[in-house]
């Protein structure tokens, strides 16, 4: 029974007063930090009385519209582990300030020997930017910082909300743990160290309301940015991820991965090099983003290039246990493991008006390579020991490939593909494409499956008999000719531009929900742009990119 009006009205103020005589109102208050002229015995109130270690910063507890600020051009050694409970309107700051020297150089933080540059633990509407932040081994000052390192470390471990986490502008760079692991990476052993890593470690913990946004990253052991909720006996997702205008470079896993997150958004990011091997510590494997049983992504103005792995290893994968997962108008660049990944129980994914560039070119066998690369991927994973479930409902439409001729790449189909719609892309393969499908048996039957519910129509190839006829799915319309790109071979997506306007304008098919299918996609299947952000007229033309009669095309 609902308490009435006047009741619950009392009952707040009551409750208002009460708090109100035991937390008196807190003035929001700056603090500063110099490790050259600051001393830990004097109030940090001003830059004449700054604080000089990380250390003693880290022993206030920042309430809301406090700054904590660091002086520019001084390098502080060690971890800051903030303590952070602002609020909506006021939340905590932690930034640079101008000394007398280095006025345009940020903040550096040095955790070598340390678990994290910066730790935050139970925090609450913070925003920490404009620092350059380092972890890069070292004999170990905490034993946790021995096979683990991160640039930031934002963990919730008891409960409570806690929203408005805004991580800005930040420079992490050289991530590493003193010692390598053993963990499924190209090398024996792989080393632990991560950019960016926030994570919910009690069901009741709840964070939300994430924007990591203009962080330059480059040299991790591992991951880039990591972000994943609670993964308990139930599933806690967290909630309202944006992840923008990043550059990710030299990543020694993926570059993103958001786990166990729902309501994402993955915007205008630059990742070159995941998986890299620049450094022999690093895990050297990793896609530039792979979403995990997340719901409601989407992936869109990225650039994808160069991401290498025995496994995986595309530019955008969706791995498995995902709903809702959209990955449109990407430029997606010779990545090893290829374009298109659907894993999994995924449930109406898509890929649509993206460019992809000579994906694909892994060998299973050379270069430690344990799988083929592919231009198209659907597989059953769900984890090691765990059934085949194949992906539901997956709709790949108005994309645009280029796969040049020495090089070679694949499609592959599990057998227990459950709906998928490929239409309106232009496949301009040049090598002769293989079939790495795999065939897998009902478990409750023990009978071979084949792929359900397929429309595969009304694709433009560079050659006839462009699919080997092995293949589970065919294409049941398929077009041939040339798009006769403006530069084929290039790496700009302008260079994609077709110009053979009889072959490509008005000639796609208004993408529709498969037979059964309810959904389609939760956003729509139809767009009002494309990769340019031209506007589609008519009937949708072939590939990722709407002929316009003038010079009106710009990169997103």
């Known amino acids: ?30 603090y500063y930090v110099d490790s050259w002229s600051g001393c830990d015995e004097a109030d940090g109130l001003s830059p004449e009385t700054a604080w000089q270690s990380l250390g003693r910063a880290s022993q206030l507890a920042y309430r809301a ?11 502080f050694t060690g971890s800051l582990r903030l303590k952070a409970n602002g609020s909506k309107q006021n939340p905590v700051v932690v930034s640079a300030y101008n000394s007398r020297i280095g006025a345009d150089s940020m903040p550096a933080i040095d955790a070598r020997g340390y678990r994290a540059a910066i730790e935050v633990q139970n925090g609450r509407h913070f925003i920490i930017k404009d ?25 919730a471990d008891k409960p409570g909300n806690y929203p408005n986490i805004q ?11 003193t010692e390598s692991i053993d963990r499924d990476g190209q090398n024996p052993t792989s080393n632990m160290g991560y950019g960016i890593y926030i994570s919910m470690d009690d069901p009741k913990a709840v964070i939300s309301d994430i924007k990591i946004e203009g962080c330059n990253i480059l040299r991790t ?16 997702y967290l909630k309202n991820l944006t992840i923008k205008n990043n550059y990710l470079k030299e990543i020694g896993g993926p570059g993103m991965v958001p786990g166990v997150c729902q309501n994402v958004l993955v915007q205008g990011n630059v990742t070159d090099d995941t998986g890299s091997d620049v450094d022999p510590r690093m895990h050297n494997r990793g896609s530039g983003i792979w979403p995990w049983t ?14 290498f792995g025995k496994h995986d290893s595309h530019g955008a994968h969706i791995d498995f246990n995902c709903n809702n997962v959209v990955v449109q108008y990407n430029l997606s660049i010779n990545n090893h493991g290829g374009f298109v990944e659907i894993l999994g129980n995924n449930r109406n994914c898509a890929y649509r008006y993206n460019i992809s560039i000579n994906d694909g070119w892994r060998i299973k066998g050379t270069l430690g390579a344990r799988s083929a690369g592919n231009t198209l991927w659907t597989s059953g994973f769900t984890g090691r020991d765990k059934p085949q479930i194949g992906p539901i409902n997956s709709y790949v439409y108005n994309n645009t490939v280029y796969v040049r001729s020495n090089q070679t790449t694949n499609f592959s189909i599990i057998s227990n593909t459950d709906g998928i719609f490929v239409a309106n892309n232009i496949f301009y393969i040049l090598p002769p494409v293989g079939d790495a499908s795999r065939h897998v048996k009902d478990p409750n039957t023990n009978e071979p499956t084949t792929p359900q519910r397929v429309v595969f129509e009304n694709n433009l190839y560079a050659k006839a008999n462009t699919l080997p006829e092995s293949l589970l799915i065919q294409d049941t319309n398929p077009k041939v000719g040339d798009p006769k790109f403006s530069n084929p071979g290039g790496f ?49 033309d072939m590939g990722a990119i709407e002929l316009q009669e003038g010079p009106v095309y710009r990169s997103p």
């Open 167 to 177: 991580l800005r502008n930040l420079n992490i760079h050289h991530v590493f743990a």
């Open 1 to 30: 029974m609902k308490p009435l009006p006047h009741l619950k009205a009392l009952g707040n103020f009551l409750l208002l007063g009460f708090v109100l005589l035991v937390a008196p109102i807190h003035g929001a208050t700056t």
């Open 131 to 155: 620092l350059e932040l380092t972890a890069d081994g070292g004999q170990p000052v905490e034993e946790s910082a021995r096979t683990v390192r991160y640039g930031v470390y934002i963990k």
């Open 65 to 75: 519209g406090d700054q904590l600020l660091l002086s520019r051009g001084r390098t």
């Open 294 to 307: 997340c719901n409601d992504v989407l992936i869109e103005h990225n650039t994808f290039m160069h991401a």
């Open 221 to 236: 052991g591992h991951t880039g940015i990591r972000v994943f909720g609670s993964r308990g006996k139930e599933f806690v």
């Open 492 to 540: 700009k997506a302008e260079d994609y531009i077709p110009t053979n306007k009889d072959l490509i304008r008005d000639k796609g098919i208004v993408p529709a929900k498969l037979p059964d299918d309810p959904i389609g996609l939760t956003i729509g299947l139809e767009v009002e742009t494309d990769f340019f952000g031209n506007p589609i007229v008519g009937a949708p």
